[in-house]
């Protein structure tokens, strides 16, 4: 199980670097990106994971545009060498590490394709490492981040989308360890209503004309948050000015919070309101305002079918289309979303995402079941 990375100093443990410490059948090393035109016309999200105990890797890019969402899935045994980031017509290549890449879809069968090459615009940033113990649905992750821009096209239906780096700006997302994935776990007694829990999760990366801001909170069902990331990141002009890892510009946040307004029948906020406190005491309220839903499910989060980490084949591909004010939003599948949003603080105005998966009871919004809409 050698790969080229095993020609590097890098090894945590006596064994190669393909093979994961853990035998947990859960581990998973997975890349993320999203991209959007400022004024809201369109999103794009782009998956793509290794999924090591399950020998399987997998990828999804979708786009939402003029009322549809397109999506393109893929999947395949996992190949033994864990850089060659290869599904089908999809492929992902690090030209820089940390720095850029890029991901090229070939024509195919599903309609959907496109290049685009991923432009740095701050360093990358860790998040805090993420814990969660349950016997069902256990999750302990590192997370970094970097915002940036894209530039290339993306083609469907016969269209093609322009993505100009001066208008699409996005956020890279680079997580492993392990989470949920896969077929469900068919082993021990069912899980009790305590053991099912739930999840209140959000997520807002905000770009700015001179910095950006970040944000993430994880609460449970009893609206009690016990993880949560802030900070403010210097941007660069010059993508070779960047320094691409500890960037001594960056300040922590002290504390966060949130207030949302939900769409009535549904899950999914309409207004949101993101608290930042500085390390001086400064609060900053930040105003959200949604522009456009595109639904996680396009790039297999709670997918029924394209879920990640499951067993397609050697080689899988397939593509599908929705119209958007078609789709339920109290389905499961629904549940998990990025909303671009306008983000406005003070007479500062900014763009990025707001995403959101809440699921089961929130008693600061009025949620006491599972899947009870506001």
């Not at 609206?223 to 010059?238: A, E």
């Not at 007479?347 to 995402?353: I, M, P």
Request: net charge negative.
């Amino acid at each position: 199980m050698l790969s080229k990375l095993d020609d590097y100093p890098i090894h945590q443990t006596s064994e190669p670097l393909a093979l994961p410490a853990t035998t947990d059948r859960n581990a998973y090393d997975r890349y993320w990106f999203n991209g959007y035109a400022a004024d809201g016309e369109f999103y794009f999200g782009i998956g793509a994971a290794i999924y090591p105990n399950l020998g399987i890797m997998d990828c999804g890019l979708s786009i939402v545009r003029g009322g549809e969402q397109h999506a393109f899935h893929a999947s395949r045994r996992a190949p033994r060498e864990p850089t060659d980031v290869r599904v089908g017509p999809f492929r992902l290549d690090i030209l820089e590490p940390m720095k850029s890449l890029r991901v090229t879809l070939d024509d195919n069968e599903t309609g959907i394709s496109g290049e685009l090459e991923w432009i740095p615009r701050t360093g990358n940033f860790a998040e805090g490492h993420q814990r969660a113990r349950r016997r069902r649905g256990h999750m302990e992750a590192t997370r970094f981040n970097q915002f940036g821009h894209w530039k290339g096209e993306i083609r469907y239906a016969g269209v093609t989308v322009d993505i100009d780096p001066a208008r699409v700006p996005g956020t890279k997302d680079r997580s492993w360890g392990v989470r949920p994935v896969g077929d469900p776990d068919p082993g021990g007694a069912p899980p009790t209503r305590d053991e099912l829990g739930g999840v209140f999760f959000l997520w807002a990366p905000l770009h700015w004309k001179h910095r950006c801001t970040h944000a993430g909170i994880f609460e449970n069902s009893d609206g009690v948050m016990w993880h949560w990331d802030g900070m403010v990141v210097p941007v660069y002009d010059d993508p070779d000015a960047i320094p691409l890892v500890d960037d001594p510009g960056l300040q922590p946040l002290v504390a966060v919070d949130h207030q949302l307004e939900f769409v009535p029948g549904t899950r999914r906020a309409r207004r949101a309101v993101i608290t930042k406190v500085e390390r001086d005491g400064t609060r900053n309220e930040i105003e959200l305002e949604p522009l456009l839903c595109f639904r996680m499910k396009g790039i297999g989060y709670s997918h029924p079918e394209w879920g990640h980490g499951r067993w397609k084949g050697e080689e899988a591909i397939g593509g599908e289309s929705w119209k958007c004010d078609e789709a339920d939003d109290m389905r499961p599948e629904n549940q998990h979303i990025q909303q671009v949003v306008r983000a406005r603080c003070g007479d500062d105005e900014g763009v990025g995402v707001l995403e959101q998966i809440h699921i089961g009871p929130h008693p600061r919004y009025g949620f006491h079941d599972f899947l009870d809409p506001a």
